[in-house]
């Protein structure tokens, strides 16, 4: 039982170029997220998926796009990368369960760096 | 100023110490608090879960909420080296996914 899987794990960009991440649950859970960890700003969310079908900004969505191709998949794509975006990129997930406890499960990271 | 502040410490300690991890904050909207571990180079993973004000215990970990002070604490009795991890604090208006603000992180490492 995989739970979240991201991938790449690791990615260095010069300025301008593209790329997008992937990530897959195979927990059957509905809601989907795409967070952001830069030192001492703690987990910031940029877009989430409530739904199949869903997709929603969060706090810091600008230079970012998602697409929720399935129930299992929500891929982040950065359009044209700024050093700025250089950070560690969490995708996470949450069930039905999550309306009582909050829980979200996290994969173990993209580490992305823009030149 | 950060809705959720959070010492970002290293806090480090001997094994068997009582560990005090604390945050702040400034909305008094939020109901739902929660700390989650996170081991070096892996995703953050929930620890404990409380709503609204008082203490909830689950083994060695004790989260204390006090609302009126808007403070919230994550005590770890007889602590161990395989405690050490950053442990952020999360809290929300709601339990939904996307309302969770989180706090920096406090690292904390127990030494042998």
């Known amino acids: 039982n995989a739970g979240v899987t991201q991938t790449p794990k690791f990615q260095v960009l010069k300025t301008g170029q593209s790329m997008t991440l992937q990530c897959a649950q195979d927990?059957?859970?509905?809601?989907m997220y795409w967070y952001r960890q830069d030192p001492g700003m703690g987990l910031r969310l940029i877009y989430y998926?409530?739904?199949?079908?869903?997709?929603d900004k969060g706090e810091v969505p600008n230079g970012y796009n998602v697409s929720r191709l399935n129930k299992r998949e929500f891929s982040l794509r950065l359009e044209s990368a700024a050093p700025s975006q250089t950070s560690v990129y969490f995708c996470?997930?949450?069930?039905?369960?999550?309306?009582?406890?909050?829980?979200?499960?996290f994969g173990e990271g993209s580490r992305l760096t823009v030149l | 100023q950060k809705e959720v502040e959070q010492d970002p410490g290293p806090l480090s300690v001997p094994e068997g110490a009582i560990v005090s991890l604390n945050c702040t904050y400034s909305?008094?909207?939020?109901?739902?608090f929660m700390w989650y571990r996170q081991y070096s180079r892996k995703g953050p993973e929930l620890l404990m879960y409380?709503?609204?004000?008082g203490n909830k215990e689950d083994g060695r970990f004790t989260a204390q909420v006090d609302k009126s002070s808007k403070y919230i604490s994550l005590f770890i009795r007889d602590s161990q080296p395989s405690d050490s991890a950053t442990y952020l604090c999360?809290?929300?208006?709601?339990?939904?996914?996307?309302?969770?603000?989180f706090g920096g992180g406090t690292r904390l490492m127990v030494k042998p």
């Open positions: 996470a997930s949450s069930g039905w369960l999550a309306q009582n406890t909050g829980e979200l499960f």
């Open positions: 927990m059957n859970h509905n809601s």
């Open positions: 998926s409530a739904s199949e079908g869903t997709t």
């Open positions: 909305n008094s909207a939020f109901q739902y």
């Open positions: 409380t709503y609204s004000s």
């Open positions: 999360a809290m929300s208006p709601s339990y939904a996914g996307n309302m969770l603000t």
